[in-house]
């Protein structure tokens, strides 16, 4: 009679007597070379990198629609302006072409009318490249001043403010008008002796 206690311990040997069949043991023993075979050869044979071509296309590729949702930014709910060129511009209203680049909520270009009345303010707002005599605080960059509505000329590129949301609309009341304007502080200083 087999024993199949492990003499030492006196704990059961699972493998005393007992044999493994062939096929078993055969099939362990096939898998275990080619494991071996393969990572010998992995290891011993140089590795040369792939060439990919990559090819450049002649004109833009549009994003499929699935791609532009994952990847647009989520559109705002409200906006109080919007930023374009005065297209054409009367005494009581003005009409401006506003851009996406200008205007992020917008998918294409747009011409916007805005109505003007006696409460309407108007704006110069000039931002300069280079801060006045080496100051750092936003007043320094940003100077506003009042003008007049006929000091507004077609292609000038103006803000459109509004106190009601104008998302999604292309009329509405403007209750201020920003005529923006970059200024060199070289030219600015020039201007200012001019005047």
Same mark, same amino acid.
């Given at each position: 009679m087999?024993?199949?206690?492990?003499?030492?311990n006196?704990?059961?040997?699972?493998?005393s007597?007992?044999? !493994?069949?062939?096929?078993?043991?055969?099939?362990?023993?096939?898998?275990? =070379?080619?494991?071996?075979?393969? &990572?010998? =050869? #992995? !290891?011993? =044979?140089?590795?040369?990198?792939?060439?990919?071509?990559?090819?450049?296309? +002649?004109?833009?590729?549009?994003?499929k629609? +699935?791609?532009?949702?994952? #990847?647009? &930014?989520?559109?705002?709910?409200?906006?109080? #302006?919007?930023?374009?060129?005065?297209?054409?511009?009367?005494?009581?209203? %003005?009409? *401006? +072409?506003?851009?996406? !680049?200008? /205007?992020?909520?917008l998918?294409?270009?747009?011409? %916007?009318?805005?109505? &003007?009345?006696?409460?309407?303010?108007? !704006? @110069?707002?000039?931002?300069?490249?280079?801060?006045?005599?080496?100051?750092? #605080?936003?007043?320094?960059?940003? @100077?506003?001043?009042?003008? +007049?509505?006929?000091? =507004?000329?077609?292609?000038?590129?103006? /803000?459109l403010?509004?106190?009601?949301?104008v *998302?999604n609309?292309?009329?509405?009341?403007?209750?201020?008008?920003?005529?923006?304007?970059?200024?060199?502080?070289?030219?600015r200083?020039?201007?200012?002796?001019?005047?």
């Open positions: 087999l024993n199949s206690f492990d003499n030492n006196n704990k059961p040997n699972p493998f007597g007992q044999k !493994l069949p062939w096929w078993l043991v055969g099939t362990i023993m096939i898998v275990a =070379l080619v494991v071996v075979f393969s &990572l010998i =050869l #992995s !290891l011993a =044979l140089p590795h040369k990198p792939q060439k990919t071509e990559v090819t450049i296309p +002649s004109a833009p590729v549009k994003p629609a +699935s791609q532009e949702k994952e #990847s647009a &930014l989520p559109l705002p709910r409200q906006a109080f #302006s919007y930023i374009g060129e005065i297209v054409d511009i009367s005494k009581d209203k %003005i009409k *401006i +072409s506003a851009s996406p !680049l200008d /205007n992020f909520f998918k294409k270009t747009k011409e %916007i009318t805005a109505d &003007l009345n006696d409460k309407t303010e108007y !704006l @110069k707002v000039e931002f300069l490249k280079e801060p006045e005599r080496d100051q750092n #605080s936003r007043e320094s960059f940003i @100077k506003t001043q009042t003008i +007049s509505r006929e000091e =507004l000329k077609v292609g000038d590129k103006i /803000n403010v509004s106190s009601q949301n *998302i609309k292309t009329s509405f009341q403007a209750t201020r008008i920003e005529l923006l304007q970059a200024v060199d502080e070289q030219e200083r020039i201007q200012i002796l001019n005047e």
